[in-house]
T-cell receptor, first 115, second 111 residues
Framework: NAGVMQNPRHLVRRRGQEARLRCSPM?????VYWYRQLPEEGLKFMVY????????ESGMPKERFSAEFPKEGPSILRIQQVVRGDSAAYFC?????????????FGEGSWLTVV | ELKVEQNPLFLSMQEEKNYTIYCNYS?????LYWYRQDPGKSLESLFV?????AVKQEGRLMASLDTKARLSTLHITAAVHDLSATYFC???????????FGTGTRLTIIP
């Protein structure tokens, strides 16, 4: 899983600021997923992207959150006007998209703290 | 809506003992994953189970899948301290690539 690169690893933002989290998938992987983990809880799906396309965003909050995976560069999860409840670990995962038994690899996570 | 439940949520066990973590899910799935997470760390992939009756083993951990019962188990044999972690199962539905995670089982191995 070391191949999925996330940055920053830790981010502190004041309420009302914007947070941008970046994810570079493993080499050869064209599918990116974002998950959120609140303290002492499991991971919750947020969004699934392929290059330049959002495939499934059913887990994204309706406001303030957006995600993209441009043709060039990393996937970005953007949180506008952060609130304390956004404090969580945000994990990115990637896969090659071939459903035949492939492992989905996770990055090291980005820990967001809103103060 | 797919629901994935694990039990127990917390498990303290002595070294050298055996135990099993259970993962039940509510809808026919395409495949099932087991992950390990240490505190403040990312998820480490342990197993991917694809078909009914699948069994995979790595060291002291063995995972199995019964698709008819919608049940997977993670069996720990002769536990050692470095297996202490939180273990998650996660399910993927047919035609959908997102993981739905179970609640996690926090395992503590006591010397």
């Amino acid at each position: 899983n070391a191949g999925v690169m996330q940055n920053p690893r830790h981010l502190v933002r004041r309420r009302g600021q914007e947070a941008r989290l970046r994810c570079s998938p493993m080499k050869g992987h064209s599918h990116v997923y974002w998950y959120r983990q609140l303290p002492e809880e499991g991971l919750k799906f947020m969004v699934y992207l392929q290059k330049e396309n959002i495939i499934d965003e059913s887990g994204m909050p309706k406001e303030r959150f957006s995600a993209e995976f441009p043709k060039e560069g990393p996937s970005i999860l953007r949180i506008q006007q952060v609130v304390r409840g956004d404090s969580a670990a945000y994990f990115c995962a990637s896969s090659p998209g071939d459903r035949a038994g492939n492992t989905i690899y996770f990055g090291e996570g980005s820990w967001l703290t809103v103060v | 809506e797919l629901k994935v439940e694990q039990n127990p949520l917390f498990l303290s066990m002595q070294e050298e003992k055996n135990y099993t973590i259970y993962c039940n899910y509510s809808t026919t799935s395409d495949r099932l994953y087991w992950y390990r997470q240490d505190p403040g760390k990312s998820l480490e992939s342990l197993f991917v189970l694809l078909s009914n009756g699948a069994v995979k083993q790595e060291g002291r951990l063995m995972a199995s899948l019964d698709t008819k019962a919608r049940l997977s188990t993670l069996h720990i044999t002769a536990a050692v301290h470095d297996l202490s972690a939180t273990y998650f199962c996660a399910v993927v539905l047919f035609g959908n690539e997102k993981l739905t995670f179970g609640t996690g089982t926090r395992l503590t191995i006591i010397p």
